[in-house]
């Protein structure tokens, strides 16, 4: 059995089309600080903080386990450091936030593809079509 790391909502925009608010919140938090990396007490801090300011709040749990999520996802990947309390991950992302978007695209468009061969040609094809200005 695969697993689901995210549903594509096709009447959302933007990351929320594929994650909730504090995920995002914690992915452009990483992507943010980049190779600095953060743990999950920090990632969950400022997402908790942002998420306060609109009256609103998550559990840490919540946090780590979407990171862990995106680990196995191959959309973050951590260090062990050791720290206050033993081992500790040190998150950071593999791709910018553009990588990512390109990244999600593609293995939407290949889910697609091993399920709809035949009709998501077609449907490419007609993009193929608009970028040529045909579709004027």
Not at 40 to 53: A, D, I, P, Q, R
Not at 56 to 69: Q, T
Not at 80 to 94: E, L, N
Request: proline share 1%.
């Amino acid at each position: 059995m695969t697993k689901k790391y995210w549903n594509f909502c096709t009447y959302e925009a933007g990351l929320k089309t594929v994650f909730k608010d504090y995920q995002v919140i914690t992915l452009r938090y990483l992507w943010q600080i980049g190779d600095d990396g953060a743990g999950s007490g920090k990632c969950w801090e400022h997402t908790n903080g942002v998420l306060k300011e609109r009256g609103k709040s998550i559990s840490r749990a919540s946090v780590i386990f979407f990171l862990n999520e995106m680990v196995d996802a191959g959309v973050l990947k951590y260090v062990s450091r050791t720290g206050k309390g033993g081992y500790h991950r040190i998150y950071t992302p593999v791709f910018d936030e553009t990588g990512f978007k390109e990244h999600l695209a593609t293995k939407i468009i290949e889910r697609l593809v091993s399920e709809y061969p035949e009709e998501t040609q077609k449907a490419i094809r007609k993009f193929g079509k608009r970028g040529n200005g045909d579709d004027k």
